[in-house]
């Protein structure tokens, strides 16, 4: 069995966040999202890794270890189900959810150990804003930093202005229906932060 955590001071658990991971035959790189969660400076309630139909057997197994593994900081829960495509697979993690602000990200994410720190508190602090997240550096086939700066419905309208790695205020995602999960051809980050920003009125993403 691999071994997940290498586990390190943790300052204290957030009960107010929840985070859904997204799986697909992502292998061994599922260990950098969870590993990066278990050393974030504020950890989150529980994280939901929902597999979405995955087929090849060494993803899958992986899924089982850490399903299993007692040593881990955060508690987890894994839900699988049939290939339904991203936008299905969050909504599923979404609705298992009860904590009032919910972290989405995909299992080849790696979050600096202040990520839910810092964005978390952008929310405290912000009561129009309904979403945020940060700047991301690319890595893999495409090395690059991405700086998008957030904004009202008006800044969505003409390109997308926030990460697929976000953070969300819970009740926004009921208000607008969730993820569009007839979209599987991608873009459905973009429609999901219009559709918010449209059902909440004068509120704002924030980066």
């Not at 202005?161 to 976000?166: G, Q, R």
Request: proline share 4%.
């Amino acid at each position: 069995m691999v071994s997940v955590i290498k586990e390190e001071n943790i300052v204290q658990i957030n009960n107010d966040i929840e985070v859904v991971i997204t799986s697909y035959n992502q292998k061994s790189m599922i260990y950098e999202a969870v590993h990066s969660l278990c050393r974030q400076t504020i950890r989150p309630k529980r994280m939901i890794i929902v597999d979405d139909g995955s087929t090849d057997q060494t993803s899958m197994n992986i899924l089982h270890e850490i399903e299993a593994d007692k040593k881990l900081s955060i508690p987890v829960q894994v839900i699988r189900q049939p290939n339904s495509g991203v936008s299905a697979a969050r909504n599923a993690g979404i609705r298992e959810t009860e904590s009032p602000l919910v972290l989405v990200l995909d299992g080849d994410d790696n979050l600096e150990p202040s990520f839910i720190e810092e964005v978390s508190n952008i929310l405290y602090e912000n009561p129009s804003m309904i979403a945020a997240s940060s700047w991301l550096q690319t890595f893999g086939v495409l090395e690059a930093s991405v700086r998008p700066q957030g904004g009202n419905v008006s800044s969505f309208l003409s390109r997308n202005c926030c990460p697929a790695t976000h953070m969300f205020r819970r009740v926004a995602w009921k208000q607008c229906g969730g993820y569009d999960e007839t979209m599987r051809g991608g873009f459905e980050d973009w429609d999901f932060f219009l559709s918010m920003l449209e059902a909440v009125q004068g509120t704002y993403i924030g980066i």
